[in-house]
């Protein structure tokens, strides 16, 4: 079974920075790409970064909105994907979820981060 | 960034209709879409690929289509079960962008 578990949200005040982790299994995770996408409160979906596998070079990808302020990284040898956010705003509060692929086909339960003060 | 328009923004429809929720993209996307499924309080599930291919799993009264900048989900007997909001999302451009969501209720 593909299980998909982030951890690391909380409450961060303006100006902080936070790294998420997102622990996988049930798959062969050196095969896929993965990605982390947010949500805020009663909002849409917005894409906020990815990042390829070791045969595409680790390449990583980042919405504009974002690019500067946030780093994706991996660790094959753990199955785990992580995103470091930096410089934090009232509006980087939402839900960010890890997911699976180009086509995002599997998705975790999300890690809630709050920023204020 | 690929613009995708969806609309409606909600739809509120009586079991067993069918409904019909309509994506479009600032340009041709070929065929780079996806929609999702996002039921209160969880994660988003992946519905279609590729514009018209099933995710395993997914009940055949979900149906998706289109080409170029235009892309449909349509919603087969709708059901309770089925009461969520859905979007679409285009992949074509590796700069991933979602349309805005359409929430569906029963009526």
């Known amino acids: 079974e593909v299980q998909i578990l982030e951890t690391g949200g909380g409450l961060v005040k303006p100006g902080g920075s936070l790294r998420l982790s997102c622990a996988t299994s049930g798959f062969n995770f050196n095969d896929y790409f993965m990605n982390w996408v947010r949500q805020a409160p009663g909002k849409g979906l917005e894409w906020v970064a990815q990042?390829?596998?070791?045969?595409?070079?680790?390449?990583?990808y980042y919405a504009e909105s974002l690019e500067g302020r946030v780093t994706i990284s991996r660790d094959d040898s753990k199955s785990s994907v992580y995103l470091q956010v930096s410089s934090l705003r009232a509006e980087d509060t939402a839900i960010y979820y890890c997911?699976?692929?180009?086509?995002?086909?599997?998705w975790g339960q999300g890690a809630s981060v709050t920023v204020s003060s | 960034d690929i613009q995708m328009t969806q609309s409606p923004a909600s739809l509120s429809a009586s079991l067993g209709e069918t409904v019909t929720i309509e994506c479009r993209a600032s340009e041709d996307i070929y065929n780079g879409l996806a929609w999702y499924q996002q039921k209160p309080g969880k994660s988003p599930q992946l519905l279609i690929y590729n514009a018209n291919s099933l995710h395993t799993g997914v009940p055949s009264r979900f149906s998706g289509s289109g080409s170029g900048t235009q892309y449909s989900l349509k919603i087969n007997s709708l059901q309770s079960e089925d009461v969520a909001s859905y979007f679409c999302?285009?992949?074509?451009?590796?700069?991933?962008?979602f349309g805005s969501g359409t929430k569906l209720e029963i009526k």
């Open positions: 999302q285009q992949y074509y451009d590796y700069l991933f962008t």
């Open positions: 997911t699976r692929g180009y086509v995002m086909d599997a």
């Open positions: 990042i390829r596998n070791k045969n595409y070079n680790y390449a990583t």
